[in-house]
């Protein structure tokens, strides 16, 4: 069965540091790896995806993430973190096996921007 | 604008009472998935369908129940017997329901359960 970890359960940055989350995923064959953050009551919005190719992704807000298939590891990353980009983040994989396109979520992490 | 809409946003019920939870898509998409997301424990899958008249079992039915009789709507019951229903709840919707396609969420329901 596929499983996603992310170890990191809160991250504090400064406003303006690089900030990296990480995502370890547990599947047998190529995955299917996605990145969602998640203001406070709200849904959940795509940052980015992977599903072939180049494994440096780029995504939106300025995140990207790298495939690493040697480490099972997709984990994200910002440059500059801007005061906006606190939210809970979740690494989620997907199967082309999986019937009906059926996500497994990690179980997130909350990053804390300081001013 | 397109978008998945779920009503109502905070959503309160008594013990032994069952609760409907309504998630309308206007995307056209095919497939359509309720989560259930309780803190630390990120998102998990109660019911998804890929297709109108036709849904499956997530990780975690038991005590929830859907219908799927409109392409546009999902509706997820929590039923008397689901033991511990005091959750946020999120509905989404993918073009198919193949593993490359992105899911869609909408904003979410909070159920508690006084």
């Known amino acids: 069965a596929q499983s996603v970890t992310q170890p990191d359960i809160h991250i504090t940055v400064s406003e303006g540091a690089s900030l990296e989350l990480r995502c370890n995923y547990s599947?047998?064959?190529?995955?299917?790896l996605f990145w969602y953050v998640q203001s406070p009551g709200q849904g959940l919005q795509l940052l980015l995806k992977?599903?072939?190719?180049?494994?440096l992704v780029q995504g939106i807000k300025g995140f990207e993430a790298e495939f690493k298939r040697s480490q099972s590891s997709f984990n994200l990353r910002k440059p500059s973190v801007h005061w906006s980009d606190a939210a809970e983040y979740f690494c989620?994989?997907?199967?082309?096996?999986?019937?009906?396109?059926?996500?497994?979520f990690g179980g997130g992490t909350r990053v804390l921007v300081k001013p | 604008d397109g978008g998945i809409t779920q009503s109502p946003k905070y959503l309160f019920r008594k013990e032994g009472q069952n609760v409907t939870l309504s998630c309308e898509q206007n995307?056209?998409?095919?497939?359509m998935y309720w989560y259930r997301q309780d803190p630390g424990q990120g998102l998990r899958l109660i019911y998804y369908?890929?297709?109108?008249?036709?849904?499956q079992k997530g990780d975690i039915a038991e005590g929830y129940s859907v219908s799927r009789e409109k392409k546009e709507s999902f509706p997820l019951t929590v039923t008397s017997a689901q033991k511990n229903p005091t959750a946020f709840y999120l509905c989404?919707?993918?073009?198919?329901?193949?593993?490359?396609?992105?899911?869609?969420f909408g904003p979410g329901t909070r159920l508690t359960v006084l």
């Open positions: 989620a994989v997907g199967s082309i096996k999986a019937a009906g396109n059926k996500l497994t």
């Open positions: 599947y047998g064959a190529t995955p299917y």
């Open positions: 369908s890929q297709i109108v008249n036709d849904f």
């Open positions: 995307l056209n998409h095919d497939a």
């Open positions: 989404a919707s993918s073009i198919s329901g193949l593993g490359d396609n992105e899911q869609f």
């Open positions: 992977y599903f072939s190719g180049d494994t």
